[in-house]
């Protein structure tokens, strides 16, 4: 059973910069594709940015490109989301997640995914 655990949350200021850390249990970010979604008050879980495990590719929501980026570190086993720019808007609990997905396609979707982190707070004041 893959764990995955988020990290980096907190407050900001617009404008501000936060990195955001989930860390797996075991080798994960090397064997599944890893992805970042956000909940935001009374609105749907939805897609930030993935990375893919062969190749490494990188995917964004469209809101966030430009802004944010995904990485991933083999030897920690974790991935990493780097937020810069931040706005109000971008006030959300943030959820790691993982999944065998083949297809780049597929990565934007929720259902894709087979284990989810527990999620951190990021607020963006402004």
């Known amino acids: 059973q893959v764990q995955l655990v988020e990290s980096g949350g907190g407050s900001v200021q617009a404008g501000g910069s936060l990195r955001l850390s989930c860390t797996a249990s075991?080798?994960?970010?090397?064997?599944?594709?890893m992805g970042w979604f956000r909940q935001a008050p009374g609105k749907e879980r939805d897609f930030v940015a993935a990375i893919t495990w062969i190749g490494g590719n990188t995917y964004y929501a469209e809101s966030v490109k430009g802004r944010f980026t995904i990485s991933r570190d083999s030897a920690k086993n974790a991935v990493y989301l780097q937020m810069n720019s931040l706005k109000p808007e971008d006030t959300a609990v943030y959820y790691c997640?993982?999944?065998?997905?083949?297809?780049?396609?597929?990565?934007?979707?929720?259902?894709?995914?087979?284990?989810w982190g527990q999620g951190t707070q990021v607020t963006v004041s402004s």
């Open positions: 997640a993982a999944g065998l997905i083949a297809r780049a396609g597929m990565l934007l979707r929720e259902s894709e995914y087979d284990y």
């Open positions: 075991e080798r994960t970010v090397s064997r599944y594709a």
